[in-house]
Each structure stands twice: as C-alpha cells, then as structure tokens.
C-alpha cells in the first residue's frame, strides 16, 4: 500500500519564527489534506490540497503530485499552533477511499 | 453546519467490558470512516460505511469489534470483551463520497481499558 513519510518528527520552534514541514508520499494520489491535532485529540482540517497551491493566513501548503511531495509553511508561529500536524493522502484507485496518515510531526511553538 | 460528534468522548472500562461508541457524521455526507490512533502515531483506518453498507474493514477490525449505520445516519462501533490493548482513541470522520473528496473528523472517543 501506500506510505506516507512525515519530517521532520520534532520541530521546536520560539514564537515569530517560520517553518516547513514536508510529507512524502510513494504513489499518485487522488487526496492530499493536512490536520492539525489540537491536545485535546482533535483533528481540524488545514487544507485539502492533493495538487496545487493554497494559503490560508499564516498557513500555506504545496503539492507536487508528479514528484510526490507536499510542503506546509507556517510563517509567523504562535504558541497557538504548537500540536502534531498530520499529512493524509489517498491513493490513486483506492477502492475504500480511506485516508492513510504519516506518524506526523510534533510542533513546539516557545513564547 | 454542524460538524462530526461522536459520544461519549471518555470512556474507562474495566477489561472484559462491552463498550459503544457513537458518530453522528455530517448531514448528507453518505460516507463514514472509523479510525484508531494510539499514543505517537497517526490514525489508522478501521471500517466504512457508504450510506447504510459496511463496504470495507480493515485486518486491524477483530471479531471483538463490531459496527453499524442503521438508516445511513449516526453509526455505532461495539468492542465487546475489551483488552487492555483497545486503549486508544477511536475517531469518526464523514464526507460527501469517495476518495477526492475532504474528510471531517469528529472529537474523538478515548478509550482506557483498566
């Protein structure tokens, strides 16, 4: 099946500072969309981006669909956006349509 | 709109216990995906629904676990006989159909199984 590879794992970051985070994927996909996992367990959608790019405030994602890649950048980082951000793709002709995620990477944001 | 809510969101159950879980996707989104996220990774799918129809389950779905969508609405995952491994959250997501299409994910359930 397909994999998903997320880097880096840990990312501390002090607050003002930017960053980008990457996700790689092994085949096409048809669904590419990025979550941040608040505390609390919550994932809320950042973009469904599985080609193109898209900004939204601060935050803004990439996707290469021919190289197989997605970057998200978040410029200007709050203690806010410190959590675990998830990468989640669908492969290409997946039947069940079911997201398969990286292991994420775990933000940490110092005021 | 509202969003995807599943009931209750902690659940502590001795081991050998029954447990239900409940989702209540998104209205008019006739897909539903059960997943499982246990501490440091991501979430790993579980089962889905297209309208009423279990269509898929993954090998990570035992005999133990069980799920339904009656009507094609709220579904429900059973866990019958919990282990201690079954600690972990248990989440729901909803969308419009197949594949290209952007999934929603509910609050989540914890699971610890004592």
């Known amino acids: 099946g397909i994999q998903v590879e997320q880097s880096p794992p840990d990312l501390i970051l002090q607050e003002g500072a930017n960053s980008t985070l990457r996700c790689n994927f092994s085949?096409?996909?048809?669904?590419l969309q990025w979550f941040h996992q608040n505390p609390w367990g919550q994932l809320i959608n950042l973009f469904y981006i599985p080609s193109g790019t898209k900004q939204n405030g601060r935050l803004s994602a990439t996707t290469v669909a021919t190289e197989r890649y997605s970057l998200l950048y978040i410029s200007s980082s709050q203690t806010t956006d410190s959590g675990v951000y998830f990468c989640?793709?669908?492969?290409?002709?997946?039947?069940?349509?079911?997201?398969?995620f990286g292991k994420g990477t775990k933000l940490s944001v110092k005021p | 709109d509202t969003g995807v809510s599943q009931d209750p969101r902690h659940k502590i159950t001795k081991r050998g216990q029954n447990v239900t879980f409940r989702c209540d996707p998104i209205?008019?989104?006739?897909?539903l995906y059960w997943y499982r996220q246990t501490l440091g990774q991501g979430p790993e799918f579980l089962t889905y629904?297209?309208?009423?129809?279990?269509?898929?389950k993954s090998r990570l779905l035992s005999d133990r676990f069980s799920a339904e969508r009656p009507k094609g609405s709220f579904s429900t995952l059973e866990i019958q006989r919990t282990e201690q491994g079954d600690s972990a959250m248990y989440l729901c997501a909803s969308s419009l159909g197949q594949g290209m299409y952007e999934q929603y994910f509910g609050p989540g359930t914890r699971l610890t199984v004592t």
């Open positions: 989640a793709v669908v492969g290409y002709g997946g039947s069940q349509g079911n997201l398969i």
């Open positions: 085949d096409s996909v048809n669904n």
């Open positions: 629904f297209q309208n009423e129809a279990q269509l898929e």
């Open positions: 209205s008019e989104h006739n897909r």
